[in-house]
């Protein structure tokens, strides 16, 4: 299957700083990206859609002026927590679309995870 | 999209055959269903994905009924490895982001 790697695979900061998480594509071009965010024993909560060129869209309850996306190529998207607070703290996925045998498939990355003191 | 309904919970034990049956009462014609394997701390990973009838690969089977209102995962002689939470979704071509329900935890014991 398609892989998609994150980066870093985790990640402590302190309150009040930004944080970058990238998202790659490693060996398909993805015009569409998706961010998770998962908190412990919960299931993943869609945040926003990252689309190669243009303005991600955010999912509603999702402020868009924290949580900075930008999906500058075809196989990169990032996301940038800005002035993280101990709240933010959880487990951050992406996925990207890939071509499948029968319908677009999304695969994800490894997942990072945010600690913030 | 459509929801899906699956089991919190379900216990097998190592070299069993584990049937996680999943409801999608509203899927629609041009509707997908994919399923997901996610352990602790990591991303879900693809595991099957059909249409209709049964679709099989070296991990798993997927068995859809004609009318496609639910589907079952089939995961044979499972290991201690395999304890996991599942995830069933419900997708289409446009490729909208699949909004993921609570999954089964599959818990295997020796």
């Known amino acids: 299957g398609a892989v998609v790697s994150q980066h870093p695979s985790w990640v402590i900061c302190k309150s009040g700083t930004s944080v970058k998480i990238e998202c790659r594509s490693l060996?398909?071009?993805?015009?569409?990206m998706f961010w998770y965010r998962q908190f412990p024993k919960q299931s993943l909560m869609l945040m926003a859609t990252?689309?190669?060129?243009?303005?991600?869209?955010?999912e509603q309850g999702v402020e868009k002026d924290k949580f900075l996306i930008n999906h500058a190529s075809l196989t990169l998207s990032t996301l940038t927590v800005t002035s993280a607070h101990p709240e933010d703290s959880s487990f951050y996925i992406c996925?990207?679309?890939?071509?499948?045998?029968?319908?677009?498939?999304?695969?994800f990355g490894p997942g990072t995870r945010l600690t913030v003191l | 999209l459509a929801k899906t309904t699956q089991p919190i919970s379900m216990d097998s034990y190592e070299g069993q055959e584990v049937n996680i049956t999943c409801s999608h009462n509203n899927i629609a014609t041009n509707d997908y269903i994919t399923w997901y394997q996610q352990f602790p701390s990591q991303g879900p990973r693809f595991i099957i994905q059909?249409?209709?009838t049964k679709v099989t690969n070296e991990v798993a089977s997927l068995f859809i009924p004609a009318d496609r209102k639910s589907s079952t995962l089939s995961l044979p002689r499972v290991s201690l490895s395999d304890t996991a939470v599942y995830y069933c979704?419900?997708?289409?071509?446009?490729?909208?982001?699949?909004?993921f329900g609570k999954g089964t935890t599959l818990s295997v014991s020796s």
């Open positions: 059909g249409y209709k």
């Open positions: 990252s689309n190669e060129g243009s303005k991600a869209t955010y």
């Open positions: 060996d398909f071009q993805a015009t569409t």
């Open positions: 979704l419900v997708s289409n071509q446009a490729g909208t982001a699949l909004i």
């Open positions: 996925s990207a679309r890939a071509p499948g045998a029968m319908v677009d498939t999304q695969y």
